[in-house]
T-cell receptor, first 113, second 108 residues
Framework: DVKVTQSSRYLVKRTGEKVFLECVQDMDHENMFWYRQDPGLGLRLIYFSYDVKMKEKGDIPEGYSVSREKKERFSLILESASTNQTSMYLC????????????FGPGTRLTVT | QKEVEQDPGPLSVPEGAIVSLNCTYSNSAFQYFMWYRQYSRKGPELLMYTYSSGNKEDGRFTAQVDKSSKYISLFIRDSQPSDSATYLCASRDDKIIFGKGTRLHILP
C-alpha cells in the first residue's frame, strides 16, 4: 500500500511564525504536490515537484515556499504565517508520467492565531 | 471559468436510494476522468476512473462520461450510510484538476 504521511494532524501557530509542514511518501513516486482545502473553494494547488530539487508554482503560491531535497520528502514552508493561511493542507504524490491517481496524506489542519 | 465544475451540495438521500453525482468540464482535450472520495478528516482516495467516453462499473458504483456534452456522472446504487463522504470529480491535462466536491449524506 502506498503511504503518504504528514508530520502533524493538527497545528496551531501564531501570526508571523515560520511554519514547516512535512510530507513523506514511501513508494518512490516522482511527483509530489501540496494543496490547501477550504470550504467552498475545494482543493487548490500551492506547489508541486516533478523531481528532487525541482519545484513548480501552482495556482496559489503566494506566501509559501517548498523544499524537495530527497525524493521521498516534500516540505511546505510558510515564511511568515498569517490568519488567512488557516486551512487544511494536503500532500499528495503520483508515480509520474500521465498518472491519473494521486495518493493523498491525511492532511494537516493548521490554525494561525 | 473553472475547468471542472461541481455542485457542492450537500446532497441528502435515504439509505437504499440511487445517488447521482454530476460534473461538467470545459476542456475538450481531457481524456481521463476520475472520481475521488473523501471521508471526514481524511485525504481523498481514488474511487474510479474512466478513459474517454462511456461507462465503467465497479460494484455499486458506475462512472459515466459523455464527451459530447462534457458531462461526468457517478451513480451509486443501494446507497449505504458508509457512502456518506465528499465526492470530487477530476480530470487531467498536464496535471490533475479537481472539482470542488459534493458533500453526500446517506440517511439511515
Amino acid at each position: 500500500d502506498v503511504k503518504v504521511t504528514q508530520s502533524s494532524r493538527y497545528l496551531v501557530k501564531r501570526t508571523g511564525e515560520k511554519v514547516f509542514l512535512e510530507c513523506v511518501q514511501d513508494m518512490d513516486h516522482e511527483n509530489m504536490f501540496w494543496y490547501r482545502q477550504d470550504p467552498g473553494l475545494g482543493l487548490r494547488l500551492i506547489y508541486f515537484s516533478y523531481d528532487v530539487k525541482m519545484k513548480e508554482k501552482g495556482d496559489i503560491p503566494e506566501g509559501y515556499s517548498v523544499s524537495r531535497e530527497k525524493k521521498e520528502r516534500f516540505s511546505l514552508i510558510l515564511e511568515s504565517a498569517s490568519t488567512n493561511q488557516t486551512s487544511m493542507y494536503l500532500c499528495a504524490s503520483t508515480e509520474g508520467g500521465d498518472s491519473y491517481e494521486q495518493y493523498f496524506g491525511p492532511g494537516t489542519r493548521l490554525t494561525v492565531t | 471559468q473553472k475547468e471542472v465544475e461541481q455542485d457542492p451540495g450537500p446532497l441528502s438521500v435515504p439509505e437504499g436510494a440511487i445517488v447521482s453525482l454530476n460534473c461538467t468540464y470545459s476542456n475538450s482535450a481531457f481524456q481521463y476522468f476520475m472520481w475521488y472520495r473523501q471521508y471526514s478528516r481524511k485525504g481523498p482516495e481514488l474511487l474510479m476512473y474512466t478513459y474517454s467516453s462511456g461507462n465503467k462499473e465497479d460494484g455499486r458504483f458506475t462512472a459515466q462520461v459523455d464527451k459530447s456534452s462534457k458531462y461526468i456522472s457517478l451513480f451509486i446504487r443501494d446507497s449505504q450510510p458508509s457512502d456518506s463522504a465528499t465526492y470530487l470529480c477530476a480530470s487531467r491535462d498536464d496535471k490533475i484538476i479537481f472539482g470542488k466536491g459534493t458533500r453526500l449524506h446517506i440517511l439511515p
